[in-house]
């Protein structure tokens, strides 16, 4: 998502449907890339990551997509549930030490 | 249960105060990170230490100081230099010093009265 200020990116859904939260990144030597998860209130949780040799990674209802042509990677979270309501950061690192960029996220509502 | 915890979950600081965000984990991990959380943006990396005795400036660092004694705590000081104190606080731990998936705590919410 692009940042707007104060003003997050937000996604709504209707519950039982698929999600699908985007990333731009910026820096083209990253290599790792990570998604996480912030409830309201709380510290953000790993959900996800992938390799740059990767171009998609499976887990439980969740799946990342690379696209390295374009610096683009995505969250698709499956079956969206009222849980799966919080902000998402997606989160990039590149080679050997470096610290982790965060991008500002993106806020996802579950419609009941 | 292993993580990290944060303390305490909300923290008022007067003018000219410093003022100590606590993190203890018990990940057995070499590296721990302090983030600045601001409404609508993403995490600013303030301080980071990768071993024992040893810590380096984030992005951010000016108006803060941490030390890192023990394994275990890495505490972060806001001084009376930081003017903009007002922030939701992250404290995170890596297994290794290659900085890939962390571990956040629950956060400290640092006001200014």
């Known amino acids: 998502g692009e940042s707007v200020g104060l003003h997050l990116p937000t996604l709504s859904v209707q519950e039982g449907d698929n999600s699908i939260i985007n990333c731009a990144y910026s820096?083209?030597?990253?290599?790792?890339f990570i998604w996480y998860k912030q409830e309201s209130g709380k510290g953000p949780q790993f959900i996800i990551d992938?390799?740059?040799?990767?171009d998609k990674r499976q887990g439980q209802r969740v799946t990342v997509l690379l696209n390295k042509t374009v610096k683009h990677l995505s969250l698709q979270i499956a079956a969206t549930q009222p849980g799966d309501s919080a902000v998402y950061f997606c989160?990039?690192?590149?080679?050997?030490?470096?610290?982790?960029?965060f991008g500002i996220g993106t806020k996802l509502q579950v419609i009941p | 249960d292993g993580g990290i915890t944060q303390s305490p979950k909300y923290l008022f600081r007067k003018e000219g105060q410093n003022v100590t965000l606590s993190c203890e984990q018990n990940?057995?991990?070499?590296?721990m990170y302090w983030y600045r959380q601001d409404p609508g943006q993403g995490l600013r990396l303030i301080y980071y230490?990768?071993?024992?005795?040893?810590?380096q400036k984030g992005d951010i660092a000016e108006g803060y100081s941490v030390s890192r004694e023990k394994k275990e705590s890495f505490p972060l000081t806001v001084t009376s230099a930081q003017k903009n104190p007002t922030a939701f606080y992250l404290c995170?731990?890596?297994?290794?010093?290659?900085?890939?998936?962390?571990?956040f705590g629950s956060g400290t919410q640092l006001s200014v009265l």
């Open positions: 995170a731990s890596s297994a290794d010093r290659a900085n890939e998936k962390l571990f």
């Open positions: 820096n083209s030597a990253s290599d790792y």
């Open positions: 992938i390799r740059s040799n990767m």
């Open positions: 989160a990039e690192k590149s080679g050997g030490y470096q610290k982790v960029t």
């Open positions: 990940l057995n991990h070499d590296a």
């Open positions: 230490s990768q071993i024992v005795n040893d810590f």
